[in-house]
């Protein structure tokens, strides 16, 4: 079969272990993928052929002399395991793969595409570490480049322990090198991250000058590869200036939970010119080596940056009778405020910090439960010319900032707050024809964003801290939106880090600081994962934290009684936290100890690992029977479990605890506590399976209900009472602090996750039928009184669009856009199926053929593609 020019398949968007020519990768062996592009309809992949090269040259004439596949009959586009030749580190690599389509007709090559290895190991890290845990340090070093048309490439690595603000600023002849303003992010003070930089165009004839700023052990190495083949290295060491300090005078709680609350700059003692050749550095001195400090002993490739992604003007700012002034940045967020100045030497301008404003219109520092001191940064001018300040090691929640001392009157552009968060975001979009419904998935959405800064946290402002019930409870919605899999990496690097030898893993990581024991928290070892292998298809990600899986899962039997009785006074601390009606502490831990059995047991099959596929298959069998044993109530005809609570039936029915024969049962004393309660009293576990089950049950109606219950115990009501732009911790903000002792966030992720993940899977339809999106299913939930609903969601294989909308009352427009290499069954109601039509645009004929239909709905299978499906008269 021949086809027409340019219509050919053709792979793009190449990635190497998941990044885009990516600069310091850590693995010996990367995987490789790519999607597919190219004209018609029921396109795929056959085969594929890839290339591996020491040189662009060799890459661009076909030459793979590091590797060469050779063509390998497949259809796989990611997950491709390189079996080259061994790679050295601090070395760019390039690459191009071609494909042969479902007629056996071989692509042109790819684009070429690169990746730079880093350090495989600690044992590859030969330079030294800077400290300097209670102050910020500034170090410099002056070298000479003869000649930069010598330089065949030049690659900068920067090392760091991590805590809860940014530890490094990188510089280069003056400039601050990336944008990465939050780096590592929290780690254990044995593990470092490490940044690439390629600085072959930073680099200038002559004296160069690299410099930085940190408040945490750094190490750094620059690689310079001459077109010779020689190379120089230069490394921390003995021959660096440090100045203490410099003009960061307070940074309190560096190395603790406080650090990054406050920064005070003083712009005075900034030495002007410190990180350019030929500075004066009479002042600075050879750097103190402290014995006792002893390098990391773990290292890893810093995958996923936190850098600012949207900055917001005030939409409101008033003054004060003393002079201050108030700023309404009209949107909670994570970040800081970038403010432009000019005024006279020494004048202070002081930020304070706050989620909400009190009564008398001033903000309420305690509203992030940290008023002494509050989360604030205090700038101290220069005083020769506009200056500009945007914090190097703060950052926090806010919407509201108090500002005092500023100079003058402030024009419209003096204030940015600046939001930052890990580089997640996607082409994955949702929409609808309620604006009360975009309302709350636009604030989902900006929840979890602003805890996702390097690690996922519970909340941006009080906390910032990696709560792992928080996580997986919102892992499937944030795997539909975001691009997760280099952040939950690195967060399950982490994860190894803090697992004891007995398997038990804390609440939360990394630098946990809570001793609480909770069995259902840590269970985001196996549940996350789980989402991140439903969403991606990534089975390396399974391999690797399997042996964490087993450990836990092994500890939860070691603390368990009766084969699943947990002690609520030492086993579960929390249980169905911030739920009105909860379920018991020990029926809910029961029910996750079967949850990840059940879990581990299928990851084992998926492994190839019969013995604990059966091992734990037949404990999880063993638990499920005895859960029931203890906590399924039958009673005069009707079912239900423990408490009889909407969380306690939510969580059996989700988790597939009800016996077939009680499933009808139970789930009809579900929807009768619905009823008598009149809005949803779960709290945020039970949350998590509340829609998901009523899903599952035939009734998206009654989900739709609470998505948009105006009521107490609805998003609606919370988000209108406080005019919230994100979700907040609790659906009863006014009583949590008596109920909790502290102000409730107004800013967590956690009550985001099913109905982020219901409006994606329901109300637009679109859900995985099998691991990774390879096989679709399009079917929209169409509630009375909404004339429409939209959705992408950006897979590996590309973009996956659904969009429905009504014209008139018996008619119905469906739009789709399948990627190439996947396909979907589409069901839509239909009381006619001879009332389906199908129509295309594009190129192409549209593959579509009827495959049933029960009266109510008709479905279709369709190839990859656009297409258009009109159902009525």
Same mark, same amino acid.
């Given at each position: 079969?021949?086809?027409?020019?340019?219509?050919?398949?053709?792979?793009?968007?190449?990635?190497?272990?998941?990044?885009?020519?990516?600069?310091?990768?850590?693995?010996?062996?990367?995987?490789?993928?790519?999607?597919?592009?190219?004209?018609?309809?029921?396109r795929r992949?056959?085969a594929?052929?890839?290339?591996?090269?020491?040189?662009?040259?060799?890459a661009?004439?076909?030459?793979?002399?590091?590797?060469?596949?050779?063509?390998?009959?497949?259809d796989?586009?990611?997950?491709?395991?390189?079996?080259?030749?061994?790679?050295?580190?601090?070395?760019r690599y390039?690459?191009?793969?071609?494909?042969?389509?479902?007629?056996?007709?071989?692509?042109?090559?790819?684009?070429?595409?690169?990746?730079?290895?880093?350090?495989?190991?600690?044992?590859?890290?030969?330079?030294?570490?800077?400290?300097?845990?209670?102050?910020?340090?500034? !170090?410099? +070093?002056?070298?000479?480049? %003869?000649?930069?048309e010598?330089? /065949?490439?030049?690659? #900068?690595?920067?090392? &760091?322990?991590?805590?809860?603000?940014?530890?490094?600023?990188?510089?280069?002849?003056?400039?601050?090198?990336?944008?990465?303003?939050?780096?590592?992010?929290?780690?254990?003070?044995?593990?470092?991250?490490?940044?690439?930089?390629?600085?072959?165009?930073?680099?200038?004839?002559?004296?160069?000058?690299?410099?930085?700023?940190?408040?945490?052990?750094?190490?750094?190495?620059?690689?310079?590869?001459?077109?010779?083949?020689?190379?120089?290295?230069?490394?921390?060491?003995?021959?660096?200036?440090?100045?203490?300090?410099g003009?960061?005078?307070?940074?309190?709680?560096?190395?603790?939970?406080? !650090?990054? +609350?406050?920064?005070?700059? %003083?712009?005075?003692g900034?030495? /002007?010119?410190?990180? #350019?050749?030929?500075? &004066?550095?009479?002042a600075?001195?050879?750097?103190?080596?402290?014995?006792?400090?002893?390098?990391?002993?773990?290292?890893?490739?810093?995958r996923?940056?936190?850098?600012?992604?949207?900055?917001?003007?005030?939409?409101?700012?008033?003054?004060?009778?003393?002079?201050?002034?108030?700023?309404?940045?009209?949107?909670?967020?994570?970040?800081?405020?970038?403010?432009?100045?000019r005024?006279?030497?020494?004048?202070?301008?002081?930020?304070?910090?706050?989620e909400?404003?009190d009564?008398?219109?001033?903000?309420?520092?305690a509203?992030?439960?940290?008023?002494?001191?509050?989360?604030?940064?205090?700038?101290?001018?220069?005083?020769?010319?506009?200056?500009?300040?945007?914090?190097?090691?703060?950052?926090?929640?806010?919407?509201?900032?108090?500002?005092s001392?500023?100079?003058?009157?402030?024009?419209?552009?003096?204030?940015?707050?600046?939001?930052?968060?890990?580089?997640?975001?996607?082409?994955?979009?949702?929409?609808?024809?309620?604006?009360?419904?975009?309302?709350?998935?636009?604030?989902?959405?900006?929840?979890?964003?602003?805890?996702?800064?390097?690690?996922?946290?519970?909340?941006?402002?009080?906390?910032r801290?990696?709560?792992?019930?928080?996580a997986?409870?919102?892992?499937?919605?944030?795997?539909i939106?975001?691009?997760?899999?280099?952040?939950?990496?690195?967060?399950?690097?982490?994860?190894?880090?803090?697992?004891?030898?007995?398997?038990?893993?804390?609440?939360?990581?990394?630098?946990?600081?809570?001793?609480?024991?909770?069995?259902?928290?840590?269970?985001?070892?196996?549940l996350?994962?789980?989402?991140?292998?439903?969403?991606?298809?990534?089975?390396?990600?399974?391999?690797?934290?399997f042996?964490?899986?087993?450990?836990?899962?092994?500890?939860?039997?070691t603390?368990?009684?009766?084969?699943?009785?947990?002690?609520?006074?030492?086993?579960?601390?929390?249980?169905?936290?911030?739920?009105?009606?909860?379920?018991?502490?020990?029926?809910?831990?029961?029910?996750?100890?079967?949850a990840?059995?059940?879990?581990?047991?299928?990851?084992?099959g998926?492994?190839?690992?019969?013995?604990?596929?059966?091992?734990?298959?037949d404990?999880?069998?063993?638990?499920?029977?005895?859960?029931?044993?203890?906590?399924?109530?039958?009673?005069?005809?009707?079912?239900?479990?423990?408490?009889?609570?909407?969380?306690?039936?939510?969580?059996?029915?989700?988790f597939?605890?009800?016996?077939?024969?009680?499933?009808?049962?139970?789930?009809?004393?579900?929807?009768?506590?619905?009823?008598?309660?009149?809005?949803n009293?779960?709290?945020?576990l039970?949350?998590?399976?509340?829609?998901?089950?009523?899903?599952?049950?035939?009734?998206?109606?009654?989900?739709?209900?609470?998505?948009?219950?105006?009521?107490?115990?609805?998003?609606?009501?919370?988000?209108?009472?406080?005019?919230?732009?994100?979700?907040?911790?609790?659906?009863?903000?006014?009583?949590?602090?008596?109920?909790?002792?502290?102000?409730?966030?107004l800013?967590?992720?956690?009550?985001?996750g099913?109905?982020?993940?219901?409006?994606?899977?329901?109300?637009?339809?679109?859900?995985?039928?099998?691991?990774?999106?390879?096989?679709?299913?399009?079917?929209?939930?169409?509630?009375?009184?909404?004339?429409?609903?939209?959705?992408?969601?950006?897979?590996?294989?590309?973009?996956?669009?659904?969009?429905?909308?009504?014209?008139?009352?018996?008619?119905?427009?469906?739009?789709?856009?399948?990627?190439?290499?996947?396909?979907?069954?589409?069901?839509?109601?239909?009381?006619?199926?001879?009332?389906?039509?199908?129509?295309?645009?594009?190129?192409?004929?549209?593959a579509?053929?009827l495959?049933?239909?029960?009266?109510?709905?008709?479905?279709?299978?369709?190839?990859?593609?656009?297409?258009?499906?009109?159902?009525?008269?």
């Amino acid at each position: 079969m021949a086809h027409e020019i340019g219509t050919g398949l053709r792979p793009v968007r190449l990635t190497c272990d998941d990044c885009v020519d990516p600069i310091g990768i850590d693995s010996r062996q990367p995987l490789f993928g790519w999607r597919l592009e190219g004209a018609g309809r029921e396109r795929r992949q056959t085969a594929f052929r890839l290339l591996v090269s020491a040189s662009e040259a060799s890459a661009a004439a076909g030459i793979g002399d590091l590797w060469d596949s050779g063509p390998v009959a497949s259809d796989l586009q990611f997950g491709i395991r390189y079996e080259g030749a061994p790679l050295a580190c601090t070395t760019r690599y390039f690459w191009r793969a071609k494909v042969w389509d479902e007629a056996g007709q071989a692509s042109e090559w790819s684009g070429i595409a690169s990746f730079v290895t880093g350090f495989f190991g600690m044992e590859d890290w030969t330079a030294r570490w800077f400290d300097a845990t209670w102050d910020a340090l500034l !170090a410099r +070093r002056e070298f000479r480049i %003869d000649g930069p048309e010598s330089i /065949s490439e030049a690659f #900068l690595f920067v090392a &760091a322990i991590g805590g809860y603000a940014n530890s490094v600023q990188v510089r280069l002849n003056g400039h601050v090198l990336g944008d990465n303003v939050l780096f590592p992010g929290p780690t254990e003070f044995f593990r470092a991250r490490y940044l690439g930089f390629d600085v072959t165009s930073r680099l200038v004839p002559g004296p160069n000058t690299l410099g930085l700023v940190l408040t945490r052990r750094t190490s750094a190495i620059l690689v310079v590869r001459s077109r010779d083949g020689s190379v120089t290295r230069l490394e921390t060491d003995d021959s660096w200036q440090t100045l203490p300090k410099g003009p960061f005078v307070e940074l309190p709680g560096l190395g603790t939970f406080m !650090a990054g +609350r406050y920064e005070t700059f %003083d712009a005075r003692g900034n030495p /002007s010119g410190w990180d #350019l050749p030929g500075f &004066a550095a009479d002042a600075w001195k050879p750097h103190e080596w402290k014995g006792w400090w002893t390098a990391p002993i773990r290292l890893a490739y810093a995958r996923c940056g936190v850098r600012i992604a949207r900055t917001f003007r005030p939409v409101g700012l008033s003054r004060k009778d003393d002079g201050r002034l108030v700023a309404d940045f009209g949107q909670n967020l994570s970040g800081f405020v970038r403010m432009r100045c000019r005024g006279p030497r020494g004048t202070a301008v002081t930020i304070r910090y706050a989620e909400t404003l009190d009564g008398q219109g001033e903000i309420d520092p305690a509203s992030l439960a940290s008023d002494n001191p509050p989360y604030a940064t205090r700038y101290i001018l220069a005083g020769d010319g506009p200056e500009v300040y945007q914090p190097t090691f703060f950052y926090t929640g806010f919407r509201y900032v108090e500002i005092s001392g500023f100079p003058g009157e402030p024009g419209e552009s003096d204030f940015e707050a600046c939001f930052l968060h890990s580089d997640v975001e996607t082409g994955s979009r949702f929409e609808c024809g309620d604006p009360d419904v975009n309302r709350l998935a636009d604030c989902a959405a900006m929840s979890f964003l602003s805890n996702l800064v390097n690690i996922p946290t519970d909340c941006p402002g009080r906390e910032r801290r990696g709560w792992t019930a928080d996580a997986f409870t919102v892992s499937e919605a944030e795997c539909i939106r975001f691009d997760m899999l280099n952040l939950y990496r690195r967060w399950f690097d982490d994860c190894r880090d803090v697992q004891r030898k007995s398997g038990w893993i804390p609440v939360e990581f990394p630098l946990d600081t809570v001793r609480a024991i909770d069995v259902i928290w840590p269970c985001a070892c196996v549940l996350v994962p789980w989402d991140v292998y439903q969403a991606y298809g990534d089975i390396r990600f399974l391999e690797e934290q399997f042996d964490t899986m087993i450990g836990y899962v092994n500890f939860m039997g070691t603390v368990a009684r009766d084969l699943c009785r947990f002690s609520p006074d030492s086993c579960v601390s929390f249980g169905d936290w911030v739920s009105s009606d909860p379920a018991s502490k020990p029926f809910v831990a029961a029910v996750y100890y079967y949850a990840v059995l059940d879990r581990v047991s299928r990851i084992a099959g998926l492994l190839d690992r019969p013995a604990e596929r059966d091992r734990y298959g037949d404990l999880a069998r063993r638990v499920r029977a005895r859960i029931n044993d203890l906590h399924l109530r039958r009673e005069g005809g009707t079912a239900f479990y423990d408490n009889g609570s909407q969380s306690a039936n939510a969580h059996a029915l989700f988790f597939g605890l009800v016996p077939a024969g009680d499933r009808d049962a139970v789930a009809e004393s579900l929807l009768a506590r619905i009823r008598a309660d009149g809005t949803n009293t779960t709290g945020f576990l039970g949350l998590m399976c509340l829609l998901q089950v009523l899903a599952d049950i035939g009734r998206n109606d009654l989900a739709y209900a609470l998505v948009t219950n105006p009521n107490p115990g609805g998003w609606l009501h919370m988000v209108r009472k406080r005019d919230l732009t994100t979700l907040a911790e609790d659906f009863d903000v006014d009583t949590f602090a008596d109920r909790y002792l502290v102000p409730a966030s107004l800013n967590h992720a956690f009550l985001g996750g099913s109905l982020s993940a219901w409006l994606f899977r329901h109300l637009a339809g679109i859900q995985p039928r099998s691991p990774g999106y390879r096989e679709i299913s399009i079917r929209p939930y169409l509630p009375d009184g909404l004339d429409s609903a939209s959705a992408a969601i950006d897979t590996r294989y590309g973009i996956i669009a659904a969009s429905w909308r009504r014209l008139g009352p018996d008619r119905l427009v469906l739009d789709l856009d399948i990627p190439h290499g996947t396909t979907a069954v589409v069901t839509v109601p239909a009381a006619r199926p001879d009332r389906v039509t199908c129509r295309e645009f594009g190129a192409g004929d549209l593959a579509a053929r009827l495959a049933g239909c029960d009266g109510h709905t008709v479905s279709f299978r369709l190839g990859s593609g656009a297409c258009r499906l009109e159902v009525g008269p």
